[in-house]
Protein backbone atom coordinates (compact mmCIF):
# COMPACT_ATOMS: atom_id res chain seq x y z
CA UNK A 1 0.00 0.00 0.00
CA UNK A 2 1.43 3.44 -0.73
CA UNK A 3 1.55 5.71 2.03
CA UNK A 4 2.61 9.26 1.83
CA UNK A 5 5.60 9.88 3.89
CA UNK A 6 5.79 11.05 7.70
CA UNK A 7 7.32 10.91 11.27
CA UNK A 8 8.77 7.92 12.02
CA UNK A 9 7.60 6.63 15.83
CA UNK A 10 10.40 7.17 17.69
CA UNK A 11 10.58 11.01 16.38
CA UNK A 12 6.67 10.65 17.67
CA UNK A 13 7.98 9.74 20.94
CA UNK A 14 10.85 11.52 21.20
CA UNK A 15 8.32 14.87 20.69
CA UNK A 16 6.04 13.22 23.12
CA UNK A 17 8.25 12.91 25.78
CA UNK A 18 9.79 16.55 25.42
CA UNK A 19 6.21 17.63 25.46
CA UNK A 20 5.30 16.35 28.28
CA UNK A 21 8.42 17.29 30.75
CA UNK A 22 7.88 20.78 29.23
CA UNK A 23 4.60 20.75 29.81
CA UNK A 24 5.13 19.62 33.46
CA UNK A 25 8.29 22.14 33.77
CA UNK A 26 5.45 24.66 33.15
CA UNK A 27 3.31 23.48 35.81
CA UNK A 28 6.03 23.62 38.26
CA UNK A 29 7.32 26.88 37.29
CA UNK A 30 3.73 28.53 37.62
CA UNK A 31 3.09 26.58 40.38
CA UNK A 32 6.36 28.19 42.37
CA UNK A 33 5.61 31.48 41.15
CA UNK A 34 2.01 31.09 42.28
CA UNK A 35 2.99 30.17 45.60
CA UNK A 36 5.69 33.12 46.15
CA UNK A 37 3.64 35.43 44.74
CA UNK A 38 0.09 35.10 46.30
CA UNK A 39 0.52 32.46 49.64
CA UNK A 40 4.23 33.81 50.89
CA UNK A 41 3.81 36.82 53.29
CA UNK A 42 5.27 40.08 52.21
CA UNK A 43 9.30 41.01 52.87
CA UNK A 44 9.52 36.66 53.24
CA UNK A 45 11.71 36.65 49.52
CA UNK A 46 15.27 37.91 49.32
CA UNK A 47 16.85 39.73 46.92
CA UNK A 48 20.12 38.56 45.67
CA UNK A 49 21.54 41.64 47.72
CA UNK A 50 20.08 40.57 50.73
CA UNK A 51 16.74 43.41 50.80
CA UNK A 52 13.75 41.77 51.00
CA UNK A 53 11.51 42.09 47.90
CA UNK A 54 8.19 43.62 48.89
CA UNK A 55 7.03 44.47 45.19
CA UNK A 56 5.76 41.05 43.59
CA UNK A 57 5.71 42.32 40.21
CA UNK A 58 9.66 42.73 40.48
CA UNK A 59 9.18 38.83 41.50
CA UNK A 60 7.69 38.38 38.80
CA UNK A 61 10.02 39.77 36.52
CA UNK A 62 13.47 38.60 38.17
CA UNK A 63 11.70 34.92 37.78
CA UNK A 64 11.04 35.24 34.23
CA UNK A 65 14.68 34.42 33.13
CA UNK A 66 15.02 31.48 35.37
CA UNK A 67 11.96 29.64 34.33
CA UNK A 68 12.97 30.76 30.56
CA UNK A 69 16.36 28.98 30.87
CA UNK A 70 14.75 26.09 32.88
CA UNK A 71 12.36 25.24 30.36
CA UNK A 72 14.87 25.72 27.54
CA UNK A 73 16.93 22.53 29.83
CA UNK A 74 13.96 20.51 29.84
CA UNK A 75 13.17 20.89 26.40
CA UNK A 76 16.79 20.03 25.28
CA UNK A 77 17.14 17.29 28.00
CA UNK A 78 13.55 15.59 27.09
CA UNK A 79 14.79 15.81 23.50
CA UNK A 80 17.87 13.92 24.01
CA UNK A 81 16.57 11.58 26.68
CA UNK A 82 13.53 11.14 24.40
CA UNK A 83 15.45 10.02 21.37
CA UNK A 84 17.26 7.80 23.20
CA UNK A 85 14.41 5.99 25.75
CA UNK A 86 12.44 5.59 22.64
CA UNK A 87 15.31 4.14 20.79
CA UNK A 88 15.82 1.57 22.93
CA UNK A 89 12.12 0.99 23.07
CA UNK A 90 11.64 -0.06 19.97
CA UNK A 91 14.65 -2.08 19.16
CA UNK A 92 12.59 -5.25 18.81
CA UNK A 93 10.71 -3.68 17.02
CA UNK A 94 13.25 -3.20 14.70
CA UNK A 95 14.04 -6.77 14.27
CA UNK A 96 10.42 -7.76 13.82
CA UNK A 97 10.06 -5.33 11.14
CA UNK A 98 13.83 -7.05 9.63
CA UNK A 99 12.33 -10.41 10.01
CA UNK A 100 9.22 -9.56 8.37
CA UNK A 101 11.04 -8.37 5.61
CA UNK A 102 13.02 -11.10 5.32
CA UNK A 103 9.80 -13.46 4.89
CA UNK A 104 8.34 -11.02 2.44
CA UNK A 105 11.20 -12.42 0.65
CA UNK A 106 10.84 -15.69 0.71
CA UNK A 107 12.95 -17.11 3.60
CA UNK A 108 10.12 -18.39 6.17
CA UNK A 109 13.39 -19.73 8.28
CA UNK A 110 14.14 -16.80 9.81
CA UNK A 111 13.13 -16.59 13.65
CA UNK A 112 13.09 -12.94 15.32
CA UNK A 113 14.25 -14.99 18.50
CA UNK A 114 13.87 -11.91 20.92
CA UNK A 115 15.59 -12.50 24.08
CA UNK A 116 14.47 -11.03 26.99
CA UNK A 117 11.35 -11.02 29.64
CA UNK A 118 7.99 -11.57 28.17
CA UNK A 119 6.42 -8.00 27.35
CA UNK A 120 4.18 -6.79 24.90
CA UNK A 121 6.71 -6.87 22.30
CA UNK A 122 8.27 -10.12 23.08
CA UNK A 123 4.74 -11.74 22.90
CA UNK A 124 4.66 -10.17 19.53
CA UNK A 125 7.94 -11.48 18.35
CA UNK A 126 6.71 -15.25 19.67
CA UNK A 127 3.44 -15.03 17.70
CA UNK A 128 5.21 -13.89 14.45
CA UNK A 129 7.97 -16.76 15.50
CA UNK A 130 5.20 -19.39 15.36
CA UNK A 131 3.67 -17.74 12.76
CA UNK A 132 6.62 -18.16 10.33
CA UNK A 133 6.98 -21.80 11.94
CA UNK A 134 3.52 -22.64 10.41
CA UNK A 135 4.16 -21.24 7.06
CA UNK A 136 7.03 -22.99 6.50
CA UNK A 137 5.81 -26.65 7.59
CA UNK A 138 2.72 -25.70 5.64
CA UNK A 139 4.64 -24.67 2.83
CA UNK A 140 6.87 -27.44 2.80
CA UNK A 141 4.16 -29.84 2.85
CA UNK A 142 2.30 -28.04 -0.13
CA UNK A 143 5.66 -28.33 -2.20
CA UNK A 144 6.00 -32.09 -1.44
CA UNK A 145 2.16 -32.25 -2.34
CA UNK A 146 2.38 -30.85 -5.79
CA UNK A 147 5.70 -32.28 -6.44
CA UNK A 148 4.08 -35.88 -5.42
CA UNK A 149 1.34 -34.74 -7.40
CA UNK A 150 2.80 -34.56 -10.74
CA UNK A 151 4.64 -37.50 -10.29
CA UNK A 152 1.41 -39.31 -9.66
CA UNK A 153 -0.48 -37.50 -12.63
CA UNK A 154 2.42 -38.00 -15.19
CA UNK A 155 2.78 -41.71 -14.73
CA UNK A 156 -0.64 -42.77 -15.90
CA UNK A 157 -0.15 -39.89 -18.86
CA UNK A 158 3.08 -41.65 -19.51
CA UNK A 159 1.49 -45.03 -19.56
CA UNK A 160 -1.66 -43.39 -21.90
CA UNK A 161 0.73 -42.31 -24.72
CA UNK A 162 2.95 -45.61 -24.53
CA UNK A 163 -0.30 -47.49 -25.40
CA UNK A 164 -1.53 -45.19 -27.90
CA UNK A 165 2.00 -45.34 -29.74
CA UNK A 166 1.87 -49.00 -29.15
CA UNK A 167 -2.12 -48.63 -31.01
CA UNK A 168 -0.87 -47.70 -34.18
CA UNK A 169 0.72 -51.38 -35.38
CA UNK A 170 -0.90 -52.85 -32.94
CA UNK A 171 -3.49 -56.30 -34.24
CA UNK A 172 -5.51 -56.45 -31.04
CA UNK A 173 -7.34 -53.45 -30.24
CA UNK A 174 -9.48 -54.91 -27.72
CA UNK A 175 -6.24 -55.28 -25.35
CA UNK A 176 -5.32 -52.00 -25.56
CA UNK A 177 -8.69 -50.21 -25.04
CA UNK A 178 -9.46 -52.14 -21.59
CA UNK A 179 -5.71 -51.36 -20.81
CA UNK A 180 -6.16 -47.75 -21.66
CA UNK A 181 -9.54 -47.52 -19.56
CA UNK A 182 -8.19 -49.37 -16.68
CA UNK A 183 -5.01 -46.00 -16.91
CA UNK A 184 -7.47 -43.21 -17.57
CA UNK A 185 -9.89 -44.81 -14.29
CA UNK A 186 -6.65 -44.36 -12.31
CA UNK A 187 -5.95 -40.57 -13.42
CA UNK A 188 -9.69 -39.77 -12.97
CA UNK A 189 -9.86 -41.69 -9.64
CA UNK A 190 -6.61 -39.51 -8.78
CA UNK A 191 -7.89 -36.53 -9.54
CA UNK A 192 -10.78 -36.89 -7.68
CA UNK A 193 -9.07 -37.56 -4.72
CA UNK A 194 -6.88 -34.39 -5.25
CA UNK A 195 -10.44 -32.66 -5.58
CA UNK A 196 -11.74 -34.19 -1.98
CA UNK A 197 -8.10 -33.43 -0.28
CA UNK A 198 -8.34 -29.71 -1.16
CA UNK A 199 -11.98 -29.23 -0.42
CA UNK A 200 -11.26 -30.75 2.76
CA UNK A 201 -8.42 -28.15 3.40
CA UNK A 202 -10.67 -24.83 2.00
CA UNK A 203 -12.75 -26.36 4.85
CA UNK A 204 -15.53 -25.02 2.15
CA UNK A 205 -18.52 -27.33 3.50
CA UNK A 206 -21.70 -26.73 5.63
CA UNK A 207 -22.02 -28.45 8.75
CA UNK A 208 -24.65 -30.62 9.70
CA UNK A 209 -25.68 -32.78 12.58
CA UNK A 210 -24.64 -36.05 11.78
CA UNK A 211 -24.45 -39.54 13.33
CA UNK A 212 -21.03 -41.38 13.14
CA UNK A 213 -23.08 -44.89 13.63
CA UNK A 214 -25.70 -44.01 10.99
CA UNK A 215 -22.49 -43.40 8.40
CA UNK A 216 -20.48 -46.74 9.78
CA UNK A 217 -24.09 -48.70 8.51
CA UNK A 218 -23.99 -46.83 5.55
CA UNK A 219 -20.11 -47.27 4.29
CA UNK A 220 -20.75 -51.25 5.59
CA UNK A 221 -23.33 -51.94 3.50
CA UNK A 222 -21.41 -50.14 0.45
CA UNK A 223 -18.12 -52.02 0.83
CA UNK A 224 -20.19 -55.50 2.11
CA UNK A 225 -19.24 -56.49 -1.80
CA UNK A 226 -15.59 -55.90 -1.46
CA UNK A 227 -14.92 -57.67 1.85
CA UNK A 228 -16.61 -60.57 0.66
CA UNK A 229 -14.21 -60.61 -2.50
CA UNK A 230 -11.13 -60.98 0.21
CA UNK A 231 -12.36 -63.22 2.33
CA UNK A 232 -12.90 -60.46 4.98
CA UNK A 233 -15.50 -60.38 7.87
CA UNK A 234 -16.87 -57.00 8.87
CA UNK A 235 -18.11 -56.24 12.14
CA UNK A 236 -19.76 -52.89 13.47
CA UNK A 237 -21.41 -51.97 16.42
CA UNK A 238 -21.11 -49.21 19.11
CA UNK A 239 -23.57 -46.65 20.07
CA UNK A 240 -25.40 -42.90 18.45
CA UNK A 241 -22.78 -40.28 18.34
CA UNK A 242 -23.12 -36.98 16.92
CA UNK A 243 -21.03 -34.51 15.03
CA UNK A 244 -20.80 -31.68 13.55
CA UNK A 245 -19.72 -31.89 10.20
CA UNK A 246 -19.93 -32.37 6.30
CA UNK A 247 -22.27 -36.20 5.61
CA UNK A 248 -20.26 -36.52 2.66
CA UNK A 249 -17.23 -35.81 4.05
CA UNK A 250 -17.53 -37.61 6.62
CA UNK A 251 -18.94 -40.76 4.89
CA UNK A 252 -15.47 -40.45 2.78
CA UNK A 253 -13.33 -40.84 6.16
CA UNK A 254 -14.89 -43.89 7.10
CA UNK A 255 -15.12 -45.47 3.76
CA UNK A 256 -11.85 -44.55 3.25
CA UNK A 257 -11.00 -46.28 6.72
CA UNK A 258 -13.10 -49.35 5.95
CA UNK A 259 -11.66 -49.96 2.38
CA UNK A 260 -7.69 -49.79 3.47
CA UNK A 261 -9.24 -52.22 6.46
CA UNK A 262 -10.21 -54.48 3.90
CA UNK A 263 -7.23 -54.25 1.03
CA UNK A 264 -5.31 -54.42 3.51
CA UNK A 265 -5.87 -57.72 5.68
CA UNK A 266 -5.40 -61.14 5.48
CA UNK A 267 -7.63 -63.93 4.28
CA UNK A 268 -10.40 -64.77 6.76
CA UNK A 269 -9.56 -61.87 8.41
CA UNK A 270 -11.97 -59.12 10.33
CA UNK A 271 -12.81 -55.65 10.50
CA UNK A 272 -14.51 -54.06 13.41
CA UNK A 273 -16.30 -50.58 13.40
CA UNK A 274 -17.46 -48.93 16.10
CA UNK A 275 -18.73 -45.70 17.39
CA UNK A 276 -18.73 -44.06 21.05
CA UNK A 277 -20.55 -40.94 22.26
CA UNK A 278 -18.79 -39.03 25.05
CA UNK A 279 -19.45 -35.32 26.72
CA UNK A 280 -17.46 -33.45 24.66
CA UNK A 281 -16.22 -35.97 21.75
CA UNK A 282 -17.46 -38.72 19.45
CA UNK A 283 -15.31 -41.44 17.81
CA UNK A 284 -15.47 -43.65 15.39
CA UNK A 285 -12.66 -46.42 15.45
CA UNK A 286 -11.82 -48.98 12.63
CA UNK A 287 -9.43 -52.00 13.82
CA UNK A 288 -8.54 -54.85 11.23
CA UNK A 289 -6.24 -57.99 11.35
CA UNK A 290 -3.12 -58.02 8.79
CA UNK A 291 0.53 -57.82 9.56
CA UNK A 292 2.16 -56.52 12.05
CA UNK A 293 3.25 -53.04 11.55
CA UNK A 294 6.37 -50.71 12.83
CA UNK A 295 5.23 -47.51 14.29
CA UNK A 296 7.69 -45.12 11.59
CA UNK A 297 6.11 -46.97 8.84
CA UNK A 298 2.57 -45.84 10.70
CA UNK A 299 3.71 -42.87 11.47
CA UNK A 300 4.27 -42.29 7.47
CA UNK A 301 1.21 -43.94 6.33
CA UNK A 302 -1.13 -39.73 6.42
CA UNK A 303 1.29 -38.33 3.95
CA UNK A 304 0.06 -37.93 0.58
CA UNK A 305 1.19 -41.13 -1.76
CA UNK A 306 2.37 -43.06 0.74
CA UNK A 307 1.00 -46.38 0.64
CA UNK A 308 2.59 -48.44 2.69
CA UNK A 309 4.09 -50.95 0.17
CA UNK A 310 5.23 -53.64 2.54
CA UNK A 311 1.35 -54.36 3.09
CA UNK A 312 -0.33 -53.44 -0.08
CA UNK A 313 -1.82 -55.85 -2.75
CA UNK A 314 -0.90 -55.72 -6.19
CA UNK A 315 -4.26 -55.54 -7.29
CA UNK A 316 -5.53 -53.00 -4.49
CA UNK A 317 -2.48 -50.05 -4.78
CA UNK A 318 -4.83 -47.69 -4.86
CA UNK A 319 -3.82 -43.64 -5.58
CA UNK A 320 -2.23 -43.52 -1.72
CA UNK A 321 -4.55 -40.40 -0.62
CA UNK A 322 -6.82 -42.86 1.37
CA UNK A 323 -5.55 -41.86 4.92
CA UNK A 324 -4.17 -38.27 3.56
CA UNK A 325 -7.83 -37.67 3.00
CA UNK A 326 -8.74 -38.67 6.53
CA UNK A 327 -6.67 -37.31 8.27
CA UNK A 328 -7.21 -33.74 5.97
CA UNK A 329 -11.00 -34.13 6.44
CA UNK A 330 -10.90 -34.69 10.21
CA UNK A 331 -8.44 -31.84 10.94
CA UNK A 332 -11.08 -29.53 8.94
CA UNK A 333 -14.04 -31.03 11.30
CA UNK A 334 -11.28 -29.50 14.30
CA UNK A 335 -10.76 -33.19 15.19
CA UNK A 336 -7.85 -35.68 15.53
CA UNK A 337 -6.50 -38.58 13.70
CA UNK A 338 -4.81 -41.61 15.78
CA UNK A 339 -3.42 -44.86 14.18
CA UNK A 340 -1.58 -47.73 16.45
CA UNK A 341 -0.09 -50.52 15.15
CA UNK A 342 -1.61 -53.68 17.29
CA UNK A 343 0.68 -55.89 18.49
CA UNK A 344 -0.80 -59.39 16.75
CA UNK A 345 -0.75 -57.54 13.58
CA UNK A 346 -2.91 -54.84 11.78
CA UNK A 347 -4.17 -51.30 12.66
CA UNK A 348 -6.32 -49.65 14.75
CA UNK A 349 -7.33 -45.92 13.46
CA UNK A 350 -9.21 -44.06 15.62
CA UNK A 351 -11.04 -40.23 14.93
CA UNK A 352 -11.76 -37.79 17.41
CA UNK A 353 -14.48 -35.22 16.69
CA UNK A 354 -16.10 -32.35 19.13
CA UNK A 355 -19.24 -33.06 19.99
CA UNK A 356 -21.84 -30.64 18.78
Given at each position: ?????????????????A????????????????????????????????????????????????????????????????????????????????????????????????????????????A?????????????????????A?????????????????????????????????????????????????????????????????????????????A?????????????A??????????????N?L????V????DG???????A???????????????L????????????????????????????G??????????????????????????????????
Open positions: MDRAPGLSVRLKLTISYGFLMIAGILLMAAVLTYYTYFLPDGWILTPTGDFLINRTRLATSFAPFVAGVLCFLLVFGLAGGWFLAGRMLAPLDRITHATRVAAGGSLAHRIALPGRSDEFHELADFDAMLARLETHVAEQQRFAANSHELRTPLAVTRTLLDVARSSRDPDELVERLHFVNTRAIDLTEALLVLSRADQRSFARERVDLSLIAEEATETLIPLEKHGVAVETGGERFAAGSPALLLQVTTLHNAIHNVLTVRVTTAGPAFVSLTVENTGSKTQQLVETLTEPFQRGTTRVRGDQAGVGLLAIVKSITQAHDGTLALTPLADGGLRVTVRLPAP
